[in-house]
């Protein structure tokens, strides 16, 4: 018999539950999830690809009813991704190692098999991460198609509003000195927003929970060697539908209007959920979750235990098996 608790809990995935999978399937249908991220920088950080000093910038409208073009500072989907694969990876290599397994369950499935997975040359192929990551194949193997997708994030307000040029000196140790200047570095400034959204297609609950734990864990992207980088994922929508419902610039140009009001809220970001609504191509099959602070609290109370654990990497290697059968 279930508890009360447990009966609460269950209630809290509810309009969700029908666009979860029973297991992921390599086939990928139309059940597709939102999740609607503003990602605030809390120190400088550095948005740009390696070569360059610059920072990565994307020419836009200024907002949806602005239609002028302006420049905003990119945080490209590359850069949101590897760092959360592999915060997924880190989370479930803890979790299978914190489980203290007996010698009984480490030598059979669904733990018996687990090999080093890491990035970018020796991804296993059969883990949680690499099935909702996605992976290329090296050999003969099938290619795993991701069913987790990034989108570059434009900054909520212009480049030249958020950028600080930061010139270095070399300081000399023995009269305190600066010496000649040794460059310049374009970082952007804290407090700057980011909104942004990740689309799961087809996926588990499960695979639900850990994209969602591995987005409130990452703090640090864009950084350089040292300093900087910090960085907070606040989830503020969710939204289920057939297909996708918004994308992730009409989310920034959107919230560029409403900017005045100071505070983005969860409100403004479901009445803007409704009006794409609107516009979908299956609009009875769309649900705007009205439940978020409790399904990200049932997220941060699952436990990775043994239970969940044996559910995903019997999942992952039932999807190896599945895809490699039939290439043979
Ligand atoms: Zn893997």
């Not at 390599?26 to 597709?32: E, L, N, S, V, W």
């Not at 190692?97 to 009984?104: F, H, W």
């Not at 970001?269 to 769309?286: D, F, Q």
Request: negative net charge.
């Amino acid at each position: 018999m279930e508890s009360k608790a447990q009966e609460g809990n269950n209630n809290v995935w509810e309009s969700l539950e029908t666009y979860f999978l029973a297991t992921p399937e390599p086939i990928i249908g139309a059940k597709t999830i939102q999740i609607l991220i503003i990602r605030e920088i809390l120190d400088y950080a550095a948005f740009r690809t390696e070569d360059t000093k610059e920072l990565n910038t994307m020419v836009t409208p200024t907002s949806v009813t602005i239609k002028e073009q302006i420049s905003r500072v990119a945080f490209l989907a590359s850069k949101q991704k590897a760092v959360e694969t592999r915060e997924m990876e880190r989370m479930l290599r803890t979790a299978v190692d914190s489980l203290d397994l007996n010698e009984g369950d480490k030598n059979k499935d669904p733990f018996k098999n687990i090999t080093e997975c890491y990035l970018k040359d020796n991804l296993c192929r059969k883990c949680p991460r690499c099935i909702l990551h996605g992976a290329t194949a090296l050999s003969s193997e099938a290619n795993i198609k991701h069913r987790i997708e990034y989108s570059t994030a434009t900054s909520l307000l212009p480049w030249n509003d958020i950028e600080e040029t930061i010139t270095f000196n070399a300081i000399n140790d023995k009269d305190i000195s600066t010496g000649q200047a040794l460059g310049t570095r374009y970082l952007v400034k804290p407090a700057t927003i980011f909104p942004s959204i990740i689309t799961l297609k087809s996926v588990t609950k499960e695979e639900f929970i850990l994209a969602v734990k591995s987005l409130l864990s990452c703090k640090s992207y864009g950084a350089e060697t040292r300093i900087g980088g910090d960085v907070r994922n606040h989830i503020i929508g969710i939204v289920a539908g057939w297909e996708e419902i918004i994308t992730s610039l009409e989310f920034t140009l959107e919230l560029y209007d409403e900017k005045t009001d100071s505070k983005i809220t969860k409100e403004k970001v479901t009445s803007i959920l409704e009006s794409y609504k609107e516009m979908a191509g299956n609009k009875n099959k769309i649900t705007i979750e009205d439940k978020i602070d409790e399904i990200i609290k049932a997220v941060q109370e699952t436990n990775l235990d043994k239970e969940f654990l044996s559910k995903v990497y019997t999942d992952s290697q039932n999807f190896y098996n599945s895809q490699n059968k039939k290439k043979k």
